[in-house]
């Protein structure tokens, strides 16, 4: 019952980042994101939700499997990268700054792999639940700079 309890509460937590990243978001994604000049590949709007959901859900699963280690010390780089994220919402959506929301999503890929790595350590399986979350940033860091660039 105990693992079920972690899990539970690592859901909780990502989701929650999650709905508070979208409530920091939900004003600017109607009004001022629609009228950035975007770069090639832009996905629709509606399927950043889906992933997202996706995405943390994964990162709750993979924080749990480590949280049931021994080695703990990794999940402050977990809370770290958890920050850094929902910190982009805010200065991206919340502040409406793409300059600075790039910084921070940069500071957010490096906090990304070293989690990755941390947790691939420990094992392997929260290491590779990861992967998708460090490629759709990689793929938003592409995303931001063009913005940045396009809009400045």
Not at 60 to 78: G, Q, S
Not at 97 to 108: E, G, Q, R, S, T
Request: proline share 6%; glycine share 6%; net charge positive.
């Amino acid at each position: 019952m105990r693992t079920f309890k972690g899990l539970v509460f690592f859901l909780v937590l990502c989701l929650s980042v999650e709905i508070l990243g979208g409530w920091l978001t939900a004003l600017s994604v109607r009004d001022w994101y629609p009228s950035l000049v975007k770069p090639p590949f832009t996905p629709p709007s509606w399927l950043f939700g889906p992933v997202w959901t996706l995405l943390y859900v994964l990162m709750a699963i993979a924080a749990w499997l480590v949280w049931r280690r021994p080695h703990r010390y990794e999940l402050w780089l977990f809370g770290l990268q958890l920050f850094l994220n929902l910190s982009w919402s805010f200065l991206f959506f919340g502040l409406k700054n793409p300059f600075f929301a790039l910084l921070d999503i940069v500071v957010l890929w490096f906090a990304i792999v070293a989690t990755l790595i941390a947790f691939w350590k420990v094992d392997r399986r929260a290491g590779i639940l990861f992967l998708p979350y460090l490629m759709w940033v990689t793929y938003a860091v592409y995303l931001n700079a063009g913005i940045w660039l396009l809009n400045k």
